[in-house]
């Protein structure tokens, strides 16, 4: 119930991703990009503002509810922030 709602919603559907992924590579990516988009966004700058600056462990989430947290919303996190994707070197 203290976790950010949109990286609840985020993880899950990462989770669920993975099981089909065809290649770790894949999923790799997934989690990449996901993060990019993390850092450009709200969540994870407020909890660490809750928990490590101010300590007052009252985070403000936005949204504050797992309703909402719209699929589209998780769809582009998960397109990234255009940043150039990893390359996994082979051998």
């Given at each position: 119930l203290s976790a950010s709602p949109?990286?609840?919603k985020l993880t899950?559907?990462?989770?669920k991703l993975a099981h089909r992924a065809a290649r770790l590579e894949d999923e790799l990516i997934n989690e990449y990009r996901?993060?990019?988009?993390?850092l450009?966004?709200?969540?994870?700058?407020?909890?660490?503002?809750?928990a490590i600056i101010d300590r007052d462990k009252?985070?403000?989430w936005a949204p504050?509810?797992?309703?909402?947290?719209d699929d589209d919303f998780i769809d582009a996190l998960l397109r990234g922030t255009g940043?150039?994707?990893?390359?996994?070197?082979?051998?």
């Open positions: 949109t990286s609840l899950c559907r990462l989770l996901a993060a990019c988009s993390l450009a966004g709200h969540d994870l700058y407020e909890g660490i503002r809750a009252n985070p403000r504050a509810t797992l309703a909402g947290v940043d150039s994707d990893p390359v996994f070197a082979t051998g």
